[in-house]
């Protein structure tokens, strides 16, 4: 019998090797990690984002937190990733300008490749020229913005607004997503998809695809 709760506190103590141990015990125990993550890890992140919220953590305490997902995270990677399903497409993904989170789009990357598509990652804080870059230079269907912050989510709009000046809007589908973006307002902005979480991130790439 799994414990989530336990694990979902050892990532709010920041306890990265108790966590890895639980993660790596639950996967040995035959867990789906899907399961893991939201049930076990997820919860865990998001309570130490409302107590640092509220102010009962601080920067170091949410520093810590994420550090001990991210460490779990790697166990389950390889999981979450596996695939023998043949190549879905091609897509680009980053954290946009001025955002430094990167948990929610590894777990979309993830899931992605464990998908069958074949992802790069440009990692965070990317400005709008690269995202260009990438575009004019890699032959992919799907380029996909992440935004953690309210501040961040004009970063958005910037790199639209970018792929519209340098002729390469038309050229790729966009799909965005993070906490605070809603559909409602990626609708509004411009972009082709959104997804609430990395499961609705894959039909939602594959949807986007199709069309
Ligand atoms: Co920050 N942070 N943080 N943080 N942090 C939030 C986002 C915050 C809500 C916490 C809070 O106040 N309650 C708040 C934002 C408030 C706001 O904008 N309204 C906040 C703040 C204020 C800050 C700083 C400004 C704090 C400071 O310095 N004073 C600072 C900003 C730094 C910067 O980016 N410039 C900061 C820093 C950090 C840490 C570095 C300590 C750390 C990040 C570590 C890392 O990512 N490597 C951190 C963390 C961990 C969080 C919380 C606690 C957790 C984020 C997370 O990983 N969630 C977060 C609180 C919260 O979100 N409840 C918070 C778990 C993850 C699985 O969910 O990322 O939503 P999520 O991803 C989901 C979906 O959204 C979706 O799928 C994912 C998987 O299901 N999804 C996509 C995500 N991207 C997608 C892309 C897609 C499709 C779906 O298509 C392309």
């Not at 979450?80 to 789009?105: E, M, Y």
């Not at 809007?169 to 966009?174: E, G, P, Q, Y």
């Amino acid at each position: 019998m799994v414990d989530f709760a336990r694990l979902g506190q050892n990532i709010l103590d920041g306890n990265a090797a108790g966590a890895k141990e639980l993660t790596r015990a639950a996967l040995e125990a035959k867990v789906a990690p899907q399961d893991i993550l939201y049930k076990g890890l997820v919860p865990g992140i998001r309570k130490a984002g409302d107590l640092f919220g509220c102010g009962q953590f601080f920067l170091p305490e949410l520093l810590v937190a994420a550090k001990a997902m991210s460490a779990a995270m790697e166990i389950l990677e390889p999981e979450l990733s596996r695939t023998n399903v043949p190549s879905a497409g091609k897509c680009v993904i980053g954290t946009v300008k001025g955002d430094l989170h990167d948990i929610g789009k590894n777990i979309v990357i993830m899931m992605l490749r464990g998908n069958g598509w074949q992802v790069t990652d440009l990692g965070v804080d990317v400005e709008p020229k690269d995202f260009c870059a990438a575009v004019a230079k890699g032959n992919f269907q799907i380029l996909g913005m992440s935004a953690l912050l309210t501040t961040t989510m004009a970063s958005v709009g910037e790199t639209i607004k970018a792929l519209k000046a340098a002729g390469l809007r038309d050229r790729i589908k966009l799909m965005v997503g993070g906490a605070p973006v809603t559909r409602e307002w990626a609708e509004k902005i411009g972009v082709d998809g959104y997804g609430s979480d990395a499961a609705e991130a894959v039909s939602v790439a594959e949807a986007l695809t199709r069309k």
